[in-house]
């Protein structure tokens, strides 16, 4: 019981520590937030910032404070460039909320371990679709990406509703995340076959999708544990850790290109 109490805490306090990105954390971008906030996000100039707002964003709640982190996260980035540092990673608190959740749930099987580990799950699968919605549709229509991540909320709420109201089934919610992650591979696979002639970073977003789909057959398939020790679902977990980090390297890669063609814009104008 001692052990099992010290490893919670150890990830408590893990989880704190983590709680922001490496981006995130940088002094460079904590003041560059600070001051933009003091300058953009009160009296007049506050009320000059929602005047000029385009309405999909106010109705999708961007904030001053979100604009300042949205241009202060670009602000660091070209500084990182600049000194020939990697690109760091900005808000990463949705996939680790849902590691630190299953990794309770792993040391603490309990109903509330096990809930919260299958609706994080789930709201990582509803993210990555909305990244996906993001990077092939929201950069040139963001008002079709605000209305789809509304939708996406809907789904998450109705989904953890039944879930937590009406009845926890096991199958149910196996059958809605496969369909979602189906969907998701299928967006993000068309998305990069028709673009990877003009980027060709994306052949590791293809490989990624494939290698989840692929390893996902652990969760369907399941069988005795090896050694009596590793299961199928211990196996998926281990496996798709450098599948993650090959998805980080493909973001930041397309960053990368995102905004090199954004300065370029920005020279023409």
């Known amino acids: ?38 300058r953009n996000c009160s009296g007049v100039a506050l009320k ?4 000029r707002q385009p309405i999909y964003m106010s ?6 404070q979100d604009d300042c982190k949205y241009e202060c996260m670009w602000v660091t980035v070209g500084l990182y460039l600049q000194e020939g540092h990697k690109v760091p990673q900005f808000h990463g608190k949705v996939s680790l909320n849902a590691w630190f959740w299953s990794t309770v749930f792993h040391t603490r099987d309990t109903d509330v ?29 963001p008002a079709v ?26 199958g149910y919610n196996l059958a809605a995340n496969v369909a979602i992650g189906l969907v998701n591979a299928a967006w993000w696979l068309t998305w990069c076959l028709r673009n990877r002639q003009r980027l060709p970073h994306v052949h590791k977003c ?43 390297s493909f973001l930041e890669d397309d960053s990368l290109y995102l905004l090199k063609e954004s300065e370029a814009k920005f020279k023409l104008d």
Do not use: N
């Open 1 to 38: 019981m001692a052990g099992r109490t010290v490893r919670l805490v150890l990830l408590v306090g893990a989880a704190a520590l983590a709680s922001g990105s490496q981006g995130d954390r940088e002094p460079v971008y904590r003041d560059c937030v600070l001051r933009c906030e003091e």
């Open 48 to 51: 000059h910032f929602r005047s």
């Open 59 to 64: 109705l999708a709640g961007w904030t001053c």
């Open 113 to 141: 371990t096990e809930k919260m580990d299958y609706f994080c799950a789930s709201t990582v699968i509803l993210h990555s679709v909305y990244l996906c919605c993001v990077r092939t549709v929201g950069l040139q229509r």
């Open 145 to 170: 990406a605000s209305a789809f991540r509304a939708l996406l909320l809907l789904m998450l709420t109705a989904h953890v509703s039944y879930l937590s109201f009406v009845r926890f089934d096991y």
């Open 206 to 248: 293809i490989v990624v999708v494939l290698l989840l789909q692929g390893l996902s057959l652990l969760e369907l398939l399941d069988f005795p544990p090896l050694f009596w020790v590793l299961d199928a679902h211990a196996i998926w977990h281990v496996s798709t850790i450098p599948v993650h980090v090959l998805f980080f």
